[in-house]
C-alpha cells in the first residue's frame, strides 16, 4: 500500500469514534429497571389485584431483567460457555451477578405463581425477592467499580448510581399502574419526584468525579504503561495494530468534549427534566398512569443516553498504548 494512502488510512481510524456495545448498554439499564420494580414488587407495594393485574406486572418487571440478561450473552465471545461462569463466583463479580440473577428470578417466579393463584403475597418470600433483586444491580455495577485500569469507574459512585437508577426506574413502573397512590402522608408523585432528584444528583456529582479522575491525573502517560518514561518523553513510532481489534473495539474509545456535554444535557433532559415536570403537574392530584408511564418511557430514554456516556467517555490504561 502507497505510504500517502497508509496515512490516510491511520488518520481515519485515529479520528473515528468507537462505539460501545450496545447489548451491554441494553443490559446495565434494562436489567436494571426490570430488578428495580422486581425490588418493589417484593416489598409489597400497592399494585392491582387479580391474575391479569399479577402476571402483567411480572412479565414487565421479569421480563425486562431477562431481556437485559439476554441481551448481555450476545457480548460475550464465546456465549456457549456461558454457564461456566457461574462456576467462579468466589472471585468474579460477573458470576456473583449470574448467581444473584438466577437465584432472584427463581424465588421470584414462586412468589408470582402463588400471587397470581391466590392473591396473597407472601411476605417472606417478597423479602428475599428484593434482597436478591439489590443483591444484583450491586454485582453487575461492581464488575466496573472493581476495574482499577479505568480511573472513572472505580469509584463508590459507581454502584450508587446504578442502584439510584434502578429504583427510580422501578419506582416509576410501579406508579404507571395507577394503584399506588401515597407511602404514607406523602403521594406517590412526591416520592417519585425525590427518588429521580436524586438518583440524577448523584450522576451530577458522578460526571464531576469522573471529569477530574482520568489517567493523565493519576500521572499515568505512554511513559508509565511501557516501562520507559525514565528515559524521557515516550512517543509512539508505530501503533501495536494497523486496524481495528479487540482492544480498540472494547476498551478504547473517543468522544469529542463537545459531543459528550450535548449527549449529557440530551440525558438530563430525557431523563430527569421531563419526569420532574410530569411529576410536579401529578403532586396533589390523582396518580396517572398514562403520565407515569410517559416519564418512566422518557426517563428510560435519558438512561440509555447516560449509560452510553458511561462507557464511551470512560479511559482504560490499554489506551495508553494507542495515543
Not at 476495574?147 to 450508587?160: D, F, G, I
Not at 444528583?201 to 525514565?230: E, I, P, Y
Request: net charge positive; aromatic share 14%; proline share 4%.
Amino acid at each position: 500500500m502507497p505510504r500517502d494512502s497508509l496515512d490516510g488510512l491511520m488518520r481515519h481510524w485515529k479520528g473515528s469514534d468507537m462505539h460501545p456495545a450496545v447489548s451491554v448498554i441494553f443490559f446495565t439499564v434494562s436489567s436494571g429497571a426490570g430488578f428495580g420494580f422486581l425490588t418493589l414488587i417484593g416489598l409489597g407495594v400497592p399494585l392491582p389485584s387479580g391474575f391479569l393485574a399479577a402476571f402483567i406486572a411480572s412479565a414487565l418487571g421479569v421480563g425486562l431483567a431477562v431481556a437485559g440478561l439476554l441481551s448481555s450473552t450476545f457480548h460475550l465471545g464465546h456465549p456457549e460457555r456461558a454457564l461456566l461462569a457461574f462456576t467462579q463466583w468466589r472471585s468474579s463479580w460477573l458470576s456473583r451477578e449470574g448467581v444473584c440473577a438466577v437465584a432472584t428470578l427463581s424465588i421470584y417466579g414462586i412468589y408470582a405463581l402463588i400471587w397470581m393463584f391466590t392473591g396473597e403475597r407472601i411476605v417472606w418470600l417478597g423479602a428475599l425477592v428484593s434482597i436478591g433483586a439489590v443483591a444484583t444491580v450491586f454485582t453487575t455495577a461492581m464488575i466496573y467499580t472493581q476495574l482499577k485500569t479505568v480511573p472513572q469507574w472505580n469509584s463508590w459512585m459507581t454502584p450508587a448510581c446504578y442502584l439510584l437508577f434502578s429504583f427510580a426506574s422501578g419506582i416509576l413502573l410501579a406508579a404507571s399502574f395507577g394503584e399506588w397512590v401515597a407511602f404514607g402522608a406523602y403521594p406517590i408523585a412526591s416520592i417519585v419526584l425525590s427518588l429521580t432528584i436524586v438518583a440524577w444528583t448523584m450522576k451530577l456529582f458522578w460526571w464531576q468525579n469522573a471529569n477530574r479522575n482520568t489517567l493523565q491525573a493519576r500521572g499515568s502517560d505512554t511513559g508509565t504503561a511501557t516501562g520507559l518514561g525514565h528515559i524521557g518523553k515516550v512517543k509512539l513510532f508505530e501503533r501495536p495494530h494497523s486496524g481495528e481489534n479487540y482492544l480498540t473495539r472494547e476498551m478504547v474509545h473517543k468522544i469529542g468534549r463537545k459531543h459528550a456535554l450535548k449527549l449529557r444535557v440530551i440525558a438530563l433532559f430525557l431523563g430527569a427534566l421531563v419526569p420532574v415536570i410530569i411529576c410536579l403537574i401529578l403532586v396533589g392530584l390523582s396518580p396517572s398512569p398514562i403520565l407515569f408511564g410517559l416519564a418512566f418511557c422518557s426517563f428510560m430514554a435519558g438512561l440509555f443516553v447516560e449509560r452510553w456516556l458511561f462507557f464511551a467517555e470512560a479511559e482504560h490504561a490499554v489506551s495508553l498504548y494507542y495515543d
